[in-house]
């Protein structure tokens, strides 16, 4: 996790405290969970898919504190390709490039479309946003270290196994596309969060337009179509 995220996630928190301080507890939870997960999963090199999203889904609710309705979340995911094993962590950082450099730099911009799914022997993942595209200059342009990471991880773990590729998306927008070896996690059924106070059912309650209510831990016993296929 960047500095700069948690930095932005304890003002939000801040700035919630007391007009809606329900918000503000949930958030703050959120924001522990992740602390919590980062910590204990540190020398992890790869999970299943089915843990990697759900960490994401667990930052995605902290942005949605943090811009809205503005920021609109679309999963993409194959039943097939839950249990593959990726790289942990591989995802947020490339989530939050899109925040960063088409949400956060361009009003109109907001929705982001993670996708995932089996082809043959392949996992093939990706991240699109509407943003005006990867090669228009951005205001939010930086030393581009998530991406640098994720490159070097990715050939640190298959080598020539695996492709990257950044480019305009069709419609617009800028798009990641990830293709690895497809192995099945050594541990698919052993989530990650099963500990974690996470709300990763789908059709979850918003608290006003500032959050995301969380239910008991009991509720991630839902289908994947619940999980990963949340309204647009």
């Known amino acids: 996790m960047q ?12 700035s919630l405290i007391h007009s809606d301080p329900r918000a503000a507890n ?49 999963w993409n995911v194959d039943d097939a390709a ?30 982001i479309t993670i996708g995932a799914r089996r082809e043959g022997d392949m996992l093939h993942l990706s991240i699109r946003d509407d943003g005006p595209g990867h090669a228009v200059p951005s205001p939010r342009r930086g030393a581009g270290l998530g991406i640098t990471n994720v490159r070097t991880r ?11 590729r950044i480019g305009r998306a069709t ?27 996470v709300d990763l059912a789908a059709d979850a309650p918003r608290l006003g337009t500032s959050g995301v209510s969380r239910r008991d831990r009991d509720s991630s016993s839902s289908s994947h179509s619940e999980i990963w296929a949340p309204p647009s």
């Open 82 to 111: 839950l249990n593959a094993a990726v790289p942990h962590m591989l995802l947020q950082p490339l989530v939050e490039n899109a925040i960063k450099h088409g949400l956060e730099a361009h009003s109109a911009a907001g929705r």
């Open 171 to 197: 419609g617009g927008g800028t798009e990641v596309a990830i293709a690895l070896p497809f192995t099945i996690a050594s541990s698919p059924a052993d989530s990650l969060l099963a500990t974690a106070d």
């Open 26 to 74: 949930e958030t703050l939870v959120l924001v522990s969970d992740m602390l919590r997960h980062a910590v204990d999963t540190v020398r992890i090199q790869e999970v299943a898919l089915r843990d990697e999203l759900a960490i994401l889904r667990l930052y995605t609710q902290i942005q949605q504190v943090r811009f809205g309705d503005r920021l609109r979340l679309t």
């Open 3 to 14: 500095p700069h995220f948690l930095f932005n996630a304890l003002h939000s928190i801040s």
């Open 154 to 164: 990715l050939a640190q773990l298959y080598g020539g196994r695996h492709t990257f």
